[in-house]
């Protein structure tokens, strides 16, 4: 991947930092976001080649966030990902 980064959405920022350390130690370019708000403004700022987004997050969960960001005519791939044990996700 290359000219672009990878945003990462969640809103427990110790899996924020887990995620950036571990993708920028392959050498990728990160950037962290609380929730759907931070992601836009960063969607308009920064060239987002790659999101990889909280299914559960308080305000907003990943399935809004989705939508949120098809609105936005974002059309780069989206990794959900999320800590609960449950099969049905």
């Known amino acids: 991947m290359t ?5 990462i959405v969640d809103d427990d920022p ?8 571990e993708l920028e130690d392959l050498g990728h370019r990160c950037i962290e976001c609380n929730g759907i708000q931070e992601l836009l403004a960063a ?8 999101i990889f987004l909280d299914l559960q ?3 907003v969960d990943g399935l809004e966030c989705l939508q949120r960001l098809a609105e936005n005519a974002y059309q780069g791939p989206v990794l959900m990902f999320s800590g609960l044990d449950d099969p049905e996700l």
Not at 3 to 7: D, F, H, L, Q
Not at 14 to 20: D, E, G, P, V
Not at 43 to 50: K, S, V
């Open 43 to 50: 969607l308009e700022l920064r060239q987002i080649q790659l």
């Open 14 to 21: 110790r899996i924020r930092a887990l995620l950036r350390d």
């Open 3 to 7: 000219g672009g980064e990878i945003a």
């Open 57 to 59: 997050m308080p305000e």
